[in-house]
């Protein structure tokens, strides 16, 4: 069974960013907590719990856990509440399928600005000091600090389009949570660090030669690669999972309940 990450301790510390409202805050808080295995597979959640631990009234927590149940990293079970969900095979690959199609049409047009001048060498400098973070420190690097600099790295490529609504799509399918949910509680991703590292530099190469072709190819063998991986990691934990459960049952966490 591969190793378990080390639980982080600000999990669960509710720490809100300018302008964002009060629901807001709470669900990234809590989308966090699910991501980074605060909650176990199928944990309830109880809205009375979480106002308690927070010190904020019910309202924002119910709105937050709706908002968490529309995007689907929480179900609603009839006279059970809320429960903490898991991705499926056919959502990785559905949601990998989409990313790929967004990222080769912002990349293009990405290459189109740059080509005009309309963007500098300064965008892809930025994109190149995400990937020197990546890879300063990668084995104490936490998972937490990987996933969200990864993240960064791609979306910054969708940003630089500069084409709202396609930002905005790329924002909605929540793609970097997911890949950061189903590595959770594994270490596959990195021994990982290699490949990606240099998936990534050939996808700063075709940029760097506003290269269409060599873009494309860089992204499709890169996610291609990627959902193999994510796809991998799902089964294994899914197993993982059957093994813990057919084990000894770990104790409940201070925001989960006894079930009735």
Known sequence: ????????????EL???????????????LLEMIIFGY????????????????????????????????????????????????PDAKQVLELWQV?????????????????????GD?????????????????ETISHKDHHELNGSFHQLVVEFSDNKLLMAAYRGIQMQVLSGWIQRGLE?????????????RAILAALRARDKDAYAKAMRNHLSRSLKDAQKDLAIR???????????????????????
Request: charged share 30%.
């Open 1 to 12: 069974m591969p190793t378990l990450v080390r639980e982080r301790p600000e999990l669960g």
């Open 15 to 29: 720490i809100g960013k300018p302008g964002e409202t009060l629901t807001e805050t709470l669900r990234r808080t």
């Open 39 to 86: 909650f176990k597979r199928g944990a309830r959640l109880y809205p009375e719990k979480i106002a308690e631990h927070f010190g904020v009234s019910l309202t924002p927590v119910r709105e937050a856990l709706m908002r968490l149940a529309a995007e689907g990293f929480i179900e609603t079970i009839q006279r059970r509440g809320y429960h903490v969900r898991n």
């Open 99 to 119: 990313r790929l199609a967004m990222e080769l049409m912002a990349g293009e047009i990405m290459i189109d600005r740059l080509a005009s001048g309309e963007l």
């Open 122 to 138: 300064s965008a892809i400098d930025e994109m190149q000091q995400i990937q020197a973070r990546l890879e300063a420190d990668p």
């Open 188 to 200: 596959s991703w990195r021994t990982r660090h290699t490949i990606d590292s240099g998936e990534h």
């Open 238 to 260: 899914n197993q993982n999972d059957i093994e813990v459960k057919a084990g000894e049952q770990p104790g409940r966490l201070a925001l989960e309940g006894n079930e009735p």
